[in-house]
């Protein structure tokens, strides 16, 4: 939960990345994705091996994912169904408990909002590996949250015709949709929110939106990125402006842009909620 926010910090909520970014890249759990979504394109769809390979990379590259890719093509596969086949079979016990990171999390004064693109189960699993609380978070963004069209019940779309599954749209990083629905969660304006998170895509659409930005799991800033930093557990050091402590007297921050130069209807223009195709 927040904490009083210091006055000379320039941020007044952070989200956080999960996967990669609260817990050090390297675990595996990313090959062993990688290798589920290859099974279960083989066991949903009779491809073979090698096609499963490409077909999930190909996906990637054009729909940003897998599922998203099925989807737009009209293969009517339900993201729980999607899911649980990938994730119910991650060695989760690779993820290692992380002491310090609960109390790091309940230090940072701002609003905390965990931004993910995984789906509830796994980020429970995942939170619980690491020994943190849901609780710890002022609000959570997942994938169920930025998906709910994904969830209507049959009967719902044939009714009112909004959703077609055929060409429904899932909204995931690095889409500005995506980013609004983190904004709109959080409540704060963009240009005093900090996003920390390990992939250079993202990191890149949250500049393009004129959020501070935290490239995790690197030593060294991607062009879009405001800091670099090694893993979650160096962010005092990396970042103590959060808690409104200057380095080397001047707030080391280059949003590109005025910061208060944001006129409401600019902002309402960044975090408006746009039509998902359906
Ligand atoms: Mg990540």
Sequence with gaps: MALQCPANSPFDCVLLDLDDTLYPGGTGIGPALKRNIDEFLVARFGLAADRAAS???????????????????????HPDEYHSYLHGRLPY?????????????????????????????????????????????????????????????????DNDGLVDAGRAVVVLKPSVDAIAVALRVAGTNPHRTLFLDDNERNIAAGK???????????????????????????????????????????????????????????????????????
């Design 208 to 278: 393009a939106l004129g959020l501070g930005t935290g490239l995790v799991g690197k030593r060294v800033r991607s062009k879009e990125a405001d800091y670099a930093l090694e893993s979650i557990g160096n962010l005092r050091q990396a970042i103590p402006e959060i808690w409104g402590v200057p380095v080397g007297g001047e707030l080391q921050i280059d949003h590109n842009v005025e910061k208060n130069n944001s006129t409401r209807a600019d902002l309402d223009f960044i975090i408006q909620p746009t039509s998902v195709q359906a």
């Design 55 to 77: 077909l999930r990379v190909e996906l990637f590259r054009t729909h940003g994912s897998t599922l998203a890719g099925l989807i737009a093509l009209g293969h009517d596969v």
């Design 93 to 157: 016990d690779r993820i290692a408990a992380d002491p310090g990171l609960a109390p790091l999390l309940q230090s940072i004064p701002q609003r905390k909002i965990l931004f993910t693109n995984s789906d509830r189960a796994h980020m429970k699993k995942a939170l619980e590996r690491l020994g943190v609380e849901e609780g710890c978070f002022d609000g959570v963004v997942c994938f169920e949250t930025m998906n709910p069209h994904l969830f209507v019940q049959a009967n719902q779309e």
